[in-house]
């Protein structure tokens, strides 16, 4: 756990880890030279599990990642941020996984998401290894961070890292790295609470869409250059729009996105990269996800999604063109319904 400013939350994220039903654990709190009341709190705790370890100065989450994985001793390692919430029984079942699983080498989980007192949204994360692989082009959060469970080993013996040049997308990063290597699930349920504040991280960066871009286009370009294509920066752009839930300016610019789409699909039937029937079902969904962003143009944006999803023989959730037809009649203009 690492720990920056976090007294507002603290003593709420530490309970949550020693309530957990699984009690056979090290929990190492980092904390990251803070200057509030943290030091103070964590000290408070005299729970012989607890291993305090103390930076003089403020060295950032990357860093405090690698010095928990140099660290840890355990056979699985996992994260929990300083604000957060973990149900208590998340070690058993991710624990039970992939004590049952040995060829998995990390599990993640459903997570909510939190403000005050309400919960305002649940991210169903995919189960199936070679869809969240696939879904790693497009999707950080195809095995979140926060619910990531390690098999220690096996990540130490790969030599993999956080890297330290990435302030925020390092676990972005991490985690596509480790699945060039190893088989990622994500249990069904949620174990994790994430609790939007003003001390989590992203809302120091959520904003800047210029500085997000900057940082993950340079994953996005390594993704890319593994299926053969050498991307200019106009195209990761592009790249970066169809994760974004930025609205579209032109309908131009959404068609380029569905040309961007069909370019990796081609890609992969000839680099054989990801699993062909996985990645057709991301894209289907990415497709579904950029059309959204273009409803505002009315029934022509409905059309060419069912027309390009014939043609190109990506699947078609009726749920989901139900949605599509009411916003497409409504134009809408905004991502979701209720936005403001």
């Known amino acids: 756990m690492p720990v920056y400013n976090g007294e507002s939350y ?31 709190i964590i000290e408070s705790y ?15 989450i990357p ?11 355990g ?10 919430i973990n149900i208590l029984d998340r070690f058993q079942k991710q624990i039970h996984f992939l004590n049952n699983n040995s060829e998995y080498g990390g599990c993640g989980t459903w997570l909510s998401r939190f403000k005050g007192n309400e919960t305002y949204y649940e991210s169903k994360a995919l189960k199936n290894p070679n869809e969240i692989k696939a879904a790693l082009l497009f999707r950080p ?30 676990d972005y990063d991490f985690i596509f790295r480790c699945t060039r290597h190893l ?43 593994e299926l053969g294509i050498n991307a200019s920066d106009d195209e990761l752009y592009a790249h970066y729009m169809i994760c974004t839930e930025k609205i579209f300016g032109s309908f131009d610019g959404f068609k380029n996105s569905v ?18 029937k996985a990645l057709e079902n991301i894209i289907a969904d990415q497709f579904f996800f950029v059309t959204k962003k273009a409803s505002k143009f009315g029934l ?18 009726f749920t989901h063109l139900a949605k599509l037809t009411v916003r497409c009649l409504l134009k809408h203009s905004e991502f979701e319904f209720g936005r403001r």
């Open 46 to 60: 005299t729970d012989s599990r607890i291993r305090i370890l103390t930076n003089e100065k403020n060295k950032g």
């Open 63 to 73: 860093y405090n990642r690698n010095l928990g994985l140099r660290e840890a001793k």
């Open 300 to 317: 022509k944006t409905l059309f060419f999604y069912v027309i390009e999803s014939k043609k190109n023989g990506w699947r078609i959730d």
């Open 75 to 84: 056979k699985f390692l996992c994260w929990t941020d300083c604000d957060d």
């Open 183 to 225: 088989k990622f699930s994500n249990l069904q349920e949620v174990l994790y609470m994430y609790r939007d504040s003003e001390t989590s991280i992203m809302s120091q960066f959520g904003t800047f869409d210029q500085k997000i871009f900057k940082i993950n286009k340079k994953i996005y370009a390594f993704a890319l250059c």
């Open 141 to 170: 959060a195809a095995v979140p961070n926060a619910t990531a469970m390690l098999r220690l080993e096996s990540i130490k013996s790969l030599d993999i890292w956080y890297n330290t040049d990435l302030p925020v997308a390092e």
């Open 259 to 276: 040309a961007w789409l069909k370019t990796i699909n081609e890609a992969n039937v000839t680099k054989h990269i990801y699993n062909q």
């Open 10 to 40: 603290l003593t709420e994220a530490i309970d949550s880890v020693l309530g957990q039903t699984f009690e056979d654990f090290e929990l190492i709190i980092i904390n990251d030279a803070s200057s509030d009341g943290s030091a103070v």
